[in-house]
Nanobody, 124 residues
Framework: QVQLVESGGGLVQAGGSLNLSCAAS????????MAWFRQAPGKEREFLAM????????HYADFVKGRFTISRDSAKNTVYLQMISLQSEDTAVYYC?????????????????WGQGTPVTVSS
């Protein structure tokens, strides 16, 4: 069974940075794609970035370009999200997700597995 475990969330001051990790297990991760989403209280789950396992091709939501960077370490089955210049509006629970088939879109329903989320709070 695929398991995704996020870590690295926490409290950070506005303007600061955080690095999130998502450790994947339960199968060989040589295909498909991974993504990061976030969900703030009272809001819908929001796509941030995705990356393909095989070649590391990435795609970002426009509003995170230049601030968030997604990467993967295939040897460790781990995907990362580096976040800089964080602001209070970035406060949310951050989730990683796995799609068995490569998916570049932002619809959460296309993803097959989800982690439990890691909370990020940005204080202003």
């Amino acid at each position: 069974q695929v398991q995704l475990v996020e870590s690295g969330g926490g409290l950070v001051q506005a303007g600061g940075s955080l690095n999130l990790s998502c450790a994947a297990s339960g199968r060989a991760f040589s295909d498909g794609s991974m993504a990061w989403f976030r969900q703030a209280p009272g809001k819908e789950r929001e796509f941030l970035a995705m990356i393909t396992w095989a070649v590391g091709r990435t795609h970002y939501a426009d509003f995170v370009k230049g601030r968030f960077t997604i990467s993967r370490d295939s040897a460790k089955n781990t995907v990362y999200l580096q976040m800089i210049s964080l602001q209070s509006e970035d406060t949310a629970v951050y989730y990683c997700a796995f799609s068995l088939n490569i998916y570049y879109g932002r619809d959460p329903d296309h993803y097959d597995y989800w982690g439990q989320g890691t909370p990020v709070t940005v204080s202003s």
